[in-house]
Structure formats: C-alpha cells, structure tokens
C-alpha cells in the first residue's frame, strides 16, 4: 500500500488551490443564500407591494410563481427599448392615400404654427415644417421628430421655397396667414372683409402692414394667372400656450407684469380695443378653411371685444389675491393625541424620484411623486444588483429592472 504523505501534501501548490477552491465556494454559497434572504425580505418591506399590505404569505407566492422572473424579463425588454431611444408618439390614424395630404407649414415650430402641426398630425397627415427658429423654437414640436409622418427642416424662407411655384406645379392649395393689421387704423367697425384698410404706407408699423398686404396681392396674382388655390386667413390677435412670454404683445406682458407684482403698462389711454381668440379656435379655422371652397380672405379672431384698460382689469382679477407665501403644519398634537403623522417620507414621496441607470447612455429617469410604483422599480433594481453583485453571474454594468411604462416622462 502506498503511504501519503500529508506533510507533503499540505504544502503543496495543488492542495493549497483546492482548499481554496472549497473555501470560496462555501463562501459564495452561503453569501448567495444571504442574497436571497435578503431580497425575500425586501420584497417583505416593499411599502407598495404585495406583502405591505397582504403579508409575507403574498410576496413569497408572488417570487415563487414565477412572475418575478418573468417581469424582470419584460422590464429588461422595456429597457432595451428606452436604450434605444425608441420614442413613444401620440396616437395618429392611418389615413388611406386619398385622405391624407402631404402639408408643408413654413413657421410651424412657431407658436401658431406649432399647433397647427399637431392638429394635423393628429389627423394623420404627413407634415413637413420649415422654419428658421429665430422666434420657433424646436421645442414646439419635438414631440413629432423621428415620426414617421413628420419632417422638420431648418431654413429661412427669406432664402426663396418658391412656395407659390410648388403649390403651383403640384397643384396644391395655399393657405397665407394674413393679418387684422391689414385693416391698419380702421374706419370701419368691426372689420369685414370687403373693407380695404386704411394704412399708412410710410408709418412705423407700415413694413409688417404693407408687407401682408403686399403678400395678399401676390396670393391673388398667382390665383389669376396661375390658378393656383389661395386660402387667406386674417388672423387677430391670438393668444395660447407656447406663445413668447417676452415677445412684448399685450397679453404676455400683462400676464408677467401681474404675476410679478409690477405696474400694468397701458400704452396711451387704454381706450383702443382688441379681440383676443385662444389658439385652438385659429387652427379649427385655419383647417375650416383649407378644407373648404370659399377662396377670397377670412377674418379669423374672437369677436368679444375689450378696451386694452378692460382687459388689464380682467387680467389683474384672475391674479390670487391674499394667496399665502408659506404654509406648513405643526403636527406635535396629531402626534401626541392620535399618535398619526404622515407616512411619505420627503426623499421619496414629495421630491422626484430619480434613478440613475447604469447602462449605456447614462441616462436618468425622474418620476413624480404619488408613483408608487417606482418603489418597486428601486427595489427590484436592488434585488436584482445584489444577487448579480453576490452571485457574481454577470458583471453589474448594465442591469436594471423598471416595471412600470416610463415613456409619459420622455
Ligand atoms: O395678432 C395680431 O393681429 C397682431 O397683433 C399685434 O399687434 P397688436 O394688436 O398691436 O398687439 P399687441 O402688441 O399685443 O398690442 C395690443 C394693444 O395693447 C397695447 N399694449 C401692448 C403691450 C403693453 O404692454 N401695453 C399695451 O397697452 C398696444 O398699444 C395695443 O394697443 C402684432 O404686432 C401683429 O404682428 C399681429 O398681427
């Protein structure tokens, strides 16, 4: 028989790694039972999940049945997705060839014209906007790019589309938006649109005047010698979310000026008069009118009309009044008398909640508050951290596990 010799053995290299070996697997075994323990009991914890409410018996079935892994499959997906930088739109039909028209709208990241693009878009139109962003701005319709439907090009109609040719060649129809300023100071009142105006041709405001004009005249040459469709649209003032709160018209200045405590500025008497329609009202009859056959211009504004002092007025009651600068409530007695205070904790409950995501990108997903969800996302997320981190079966750099659909935030 053959002796060992354990002295010998000991000390050699290969015993010494097999002992290791042993050891280290033992420690991870037991470190990897502790990662479950400790995941089980989170789960237990997890203040809007399933065993804060209905006990342990719940959270136990509920990692046990199986959903736990299969969710954790599905918000991986989800998160590939959102990696992607997939962007989720607002729903638009499909219209057949027939009924969906290609439009292109030069201005349309601008107040109205950004309106515009979603009520079309909407329809389910192909949209094609222009504008050179000096008063658009591309956050009006960021919404749309990368939709299939839409197209935003960077460029100054100043450098000539030849618009007029186009509608022109592709016999489509045109639509200018013209303006009240091309009654100038009128004589006649209210303003219907056999009346020619009365502008003063060499005045301060007479380029923006005389230049719509001008515009006008040019649409009805084209009709005349081209036959091309002309729709013109006399547009008064018009007021809505998205327009410039610096832009030095009327209703933005008024509205500043109240909320920041400041004078009203009325220019002269405050006795000249304004019609102010809200922006949804201009597209309803901006689209009305391209939809429809009549060709000479068409006055579109609200015809309630205010005083500029009338409007101030209006303007400074809509303001709150004896609106109080703090507010927050001792609660010692509801403490000591109904021993009640309130669960939500500030760090999770009144701020935004963010969670940082470890992949590609780096990028950060901020939730409101009221979402409770997103405990459960941050729980998941650690569960899953922790057993890759104690398992060692991936590298950590990129896992993260979101359950609810995130896209409302993007
Ligand atoms: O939407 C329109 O039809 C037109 O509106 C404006 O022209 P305007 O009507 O003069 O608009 P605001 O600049 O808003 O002024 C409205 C009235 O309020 C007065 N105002 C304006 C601003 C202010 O701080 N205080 C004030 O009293 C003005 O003097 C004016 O009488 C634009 O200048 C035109 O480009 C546009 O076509």
Redesign the pocket.
């Known amino acids: 028989m053959r002796q060992i010799n354990w002295n010998k053995k000991m000390k050699s290299p290969k015993f010494i790694l097999l002992v290791l070996a042993v050891v280290s697997t033992i420690i991870l075994y037991v470190k990897s039972m502790e990662a479950e323990d400790k995941s089980q009991k989170r789960l237990m914890e997890f203040p809007g999940g399933a065993s804060a409410h209905n006990g342990q018996a719940t959270a136990l079935q509920y990692q046990n049945s199986g959903d736990f892994y299969q969710e954790i499959k599905e918000l991986k997906n989800r998160i590939k997705e959102l990696e992607k930088g997939r962007k989720v739109y607002p729903e638009v039909p499909i219209l057949n060839y027939k009924d969906r028209k290609r439009i292109l709208i030069t201005g349309g990241a601008g107040f109205v014209g950004s309106h515009l693009t979603d009520k079309l878009m909407l329809q389910g139109h192909e949209v094609y906007v222009v504008d050179n962003f000096f008063t658009g701005r591309k956050k009006n319709v960021e919404h749309w790019i990368g939709h299939n439907n839409f197209e935003l090009i960077h460029a100054d109609i100043v450098n000539p589309l030849f618009i007029e040719g186009l509608a022109k060649r592709v016999r489509a129809r045109l639509l200018l938006a013209s303006?009240?300023?091309v009654y100038g100071d009128p004589e006649v009142h209210p303003q219907t649109e056999d009346y020619w105006g009365h502008v003063n041709p060499i005045g301060p405001?007479s380029c923006?005047d005389e230049g719509?004009r001008a515009a006008e005249s040019l649409c009805y040459a084209y009709k005349k010698q081209d036959n091309v469709d002309i729709r013109v649209a006399r547009?008064?003032?018009?007021f809505g979310p998205r327009m410039h709160m610096n832009d030095?018209?009327?209703?933005s200045?008024?509205i500043l000026?109240a909320l920041q405590d400041q004078p009203?500025?009325?220019?002269?008497k405050?006795e000249?008069t304004?019609s102010f329609q809200y922006v949804s009202d201009l597209v309803n009859g901006l689209i009305a009118l391209m939809n429809g056959n009549y060709s000479m211009p068409v006055n579109l504004?609200n015809p309630d009309e205010y005083t500029?002092t009338e409007?101030?007025e209006e303007i400074l009651k809509r303001k709150p009044i004896d609106d109080p600068k703090k507010r927050k409530p001792d609660i010692s007695l509801a403490k000591q008398e109904l021993k009640w205070e309130p669960k939500g904790k500030k760090q999770n409950d009144h701020a935004c909640l963010v969670l940082f995501c470890l992949g590609p990108g780096k990028k950060h997903f901020c939730f409101n508050r009221g979402q409770w969800k997103t405990f459960y996302i941050r729980y998941c997320l650690e569960i899953h951290l922790n057993l890759l981190i104690n398992l060692k079966i991936k590298s950590v750099s990129f896992m993260i596990v979101i359950k609810i659909d995130v896209t409302d935030f993007f």
């Open positions: 303006t009240s300023e405001r923006y719509k547009i008064f003032n018009t030095g018209r009327v209703v200045n008024f000026q009203i500025t009325i220019y002269g405050g000249q304004r504004g500029i409007f101030a």
